[in-house]
């Protein structure tokens, strides 16, 4: 028992001081992370703004008013903004397959995983997330959300499971490059899926593509299923319990299963051969 929590604190430890030179070297440039911080929330801005036309001009898409997407919106983009800050990492393996960054992993005496993954932090991804949660704010005043403890709760873990069916998405496209040596067109197709899809309520498409979002290539659950249950709808696929918990139980095992993929890979890792 003393080993295990003295390697945990190890680890921690680890992780710490690494996201602590992470940040000093990207604090290096600080108009870097200036060019960033205005140009995201031009980006999420005028997304949202694109659906505020659209809603102004068409009506509802669905039944969902604007309000009510910028709810889900909100939740979509602050998932995005963690995923960017956390498991950015997952979209260079590639890279690190292809030019044999891999093999200085491999000496060190600790897990792979653990030095690739973990032990980072991008700060760009914090300026995704600040124009998205000033958009979840502004959806949770106008749907009149009841900001109690437990309402908070529920949507926090929302946006973890969400963060974890990304970051387990992208992984598993990134472990691909260890049987290919190229992943960046799968990743960029998740990167695609994951904005067109998971901003805009799931019930709009036809019943074929929610059970694809939902089953096979999990986007619905990102926002859509938590939403629509925080909001007391019931357009799209039935689901049978609390959203919130079946999100991040879904988060859980994508991410898993991806792991797992990551690991089978790294066995037939070959280096770069130089």
Not at 20 to 26: D, G
Not at 48 to 59: E, W
Not at 121 to 126: E, V
Not at 138 to 160: E, M, Q, R, V
Request: net charge positive; aromatic share 18%.
């Amino acid at each position: 028992m003393k080993k295990l929590l003295h390697n945990i604190r190890h680890h921690i430890s680890i992780i710490l001081l690494t996201f602590k030179m992470t940040i000093q070297s990207q604090m290096e440039y600080p108009s870097f992370l200036v060019g960033w911080l205005l140009a995201n929330p031009f980006q999420f801005g005028f997304g949202i703004l694109g659906i505020f036309i659209i809603v102004s001009n068409f009506g509802a898409i669905g039944d969902w008013g604007f309000q009510e997407i910028a709810f889900l919106y909100g939740i979509s983009a602050v998932s995005h903004g963690l995923t960017i800050v956390l498991f950015i990492q997952t979209w260079y393996i590639e890279s690190s397959v292809r030019y044999g960054e891999l093999d200085r992993y491999m000496l060190r005496p600790l897990g792979v995983f653990f030095q690739m993954i973990p032990s980072y932090i991008n700060l760009i991804g914090f300026t995704d997330m600040l124009p998205g949660l000033i958009i979840l704010i502004y959806g949770c005043i106008k749907i009149g959300f009841d900001a109690s403890f437990f309402n908070i709760l529920k949507l926090i873990i929302t946006i973890a499971g969400a963060v974890l069916i990304r970051g387990g998405v992208y992984l598993f496209s990134g472990s691909i490059s260890f049987y290919t040596k190229s992943s960046s067109s799968l990743i960029e197709l998740d990167s695609r899926l994951f904005d067109s899809a998971s901003m805009y309520p799931v019930s709009i498409y036809p019943s074929w593509i929610q059970i694809l979002f939902t089953y096979l290539f999990p986007i619905a659950f990102i926002s859509f299923y938590s939403a629509r249950e925080f909001l007391g709808k019931t357009d799209g696929l039935p689901m049978f319990g609390n959203a919130y918990l079946i999100t991040f139980l879904v988060g859980l095992l994508v991410f898993f299963l991806a792991f797992l993929f990551f690991k089978r890979g790294l066995s037939k890792y070959e280096s770069s051969g130089s």
